[in-house]
Nanobody
Framework: HVQLVESGGGSAKDGEPLRLSCVAS????????MGWFRQAPGNEREAVAR????????YYSVAARGRFTISQDTNRNTVYLQMNALKAEDTGVYYC?????????????????????WGQGTQVTVS
């Protein structure tokens, strides 16, 4: 079993940055795909970025590309999402997700159903 705990959300003004963290604990996550998703009120949960066991394996959604950076510290079992130049449309609850034992398959890894474990979410509000 894997537990994921997100932190770093909060309020930001248009153009400001925020950095989210996701700490994983429990079962080994040596080989896995980790993703960040977000959900705005009334909208479906959407993929923002994901990273594989290798930091060369990274994907960004169109909305995140060029502004957000996903990274990881495997020694700390932590995945980060640096969000720069935030916009009002980035507002939502951000979730960390883990797919143990899976590689980040293109397209498939964009779907929430690909992931087994989820954090509780952290609110990001941009105004």
């Amino acid at each position: 079993h894997v537990q994921l705990v997100e932190s770093g959300g909060g309020s930001a003004k248009d153009g400001e940055p925020l950095r989210l963290s996701c700490v994983a604990s429990g079962s080994s996550l040596t080989n896995r795909c980790m993703g960040w998703f977000r959900q705005a009120p009334g909208n479906e949960r959407e993929a923002v970025a994901r990273i594989g066991s290798s930091s060369d394996d990274i994907y960004y959604s169109v909305a995140a590309r060029g502004r957000f950076t996903i990274s990881q510290d495997t020694n700390r079992n932590t995945v980060y999402l640096q969000m720069n130049a935030l916009k009002a449309e980035d507002t939502g609850v951000y979730y960390c997700a883990a797919a143990p034992g899976k590689t980040c398959a293109p397209f498939v890894a964009r779907s929430p159903s690909f992931y087994t474990y989820w954090g509780q979410g952290t609110q990001v509000t941009v105004s």
